[in-house]
């Protein structure tokens, strides 16, 4: 397999929310495609000064470290040639952005995104700018005491809840689905069960136990938006990447009450898999939103927890 080349890339967003768009030339590797503004790290070039240096000489706008947080690294191998995508989120800059290599520029909604064209490389940098930072899995509870959970979770920093309730029977578990769905308004809810019922109950965002995601051949198999996996190794997180899944969650990280007698894998570990990775990836066990900051930093998609939305 080529060696990899490492590439600089920005997701860069104005005050308003949008997210600036370049068109690749018809002329260049994936041409006539929309990409994250950027380009190819030089040698003994560290990747932040890439990244200032490519944004300077594309847009004409200037960024300093302080001003970009990591938002994910995709290695991808197209048939001509392999990248390392180093992609970061940049909320500040100086300047007025515009093509200074003639390309066309688009300021985006995240809600317009898929209306664009990419490379497939970027399929996993789109889904990490519209997925969320911290996502409350649901701990096992009555069915009446689930809204008040859901409630709580939004008020301590939850932006997604993740309905796991294996107690319940499949009828119960879709009833309170349904219920959360309207109390979410609009927010993600991912239902942790199986595709076949996911299916046939039209959910739009489901989970997979790690046993589960062995089981699945295809990502076709499921119709709805969004698919995640629980992954504990490499193993289950080439799997994941194979089937085309939209996250992982991967844990424990830290030592959890739920399951106490599990060896953590540590931040580091975490680190080294999260960036392997090409996929979002959440930390999951012991973690909580204190975490969030570091999880980011780390290479993470953000941070998913029962016990510290309780
Ligand atoms: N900048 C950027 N490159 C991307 C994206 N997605 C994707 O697959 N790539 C690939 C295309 C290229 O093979 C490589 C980046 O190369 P580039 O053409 O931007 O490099 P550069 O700015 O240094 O350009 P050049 O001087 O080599 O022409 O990464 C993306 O979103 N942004
Ligand atoms: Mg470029």
Redesign the pocket.
Known sequence: MSKL?H?A?AAIFNDSGELLLALRDKA???GGLW??????VESGEDVHSALAR?LQEELGIEIDQSSTVPLIQVP?HYPD?S?L?DVFRVNRFIGQAYGREGQPLDWVKLSDLSGYQ??A??RPIVNALLLPSAIAITPQLQPEQYSEFVHQAFLKGAQAIMLRAKHLSEPEQFHLYQQLSAQCQGRLIIWNGSVDIANGAAVSALHLSSARLMQLNHREAYCGRWLGASCHNEEQIRRAEQVGVDYITLSPVQTTSSHPEVTPMGWAEYSRLANESSLPVYALGGVSMEDLDRTIQAGGQGIAAISCFC
């Open positions: 080349i590439v890339a260049q590797h994936q990409e994250f503004p950027g380009g190819k490519e991808y040639k990248v995508l990419f490379p490389a970027n």
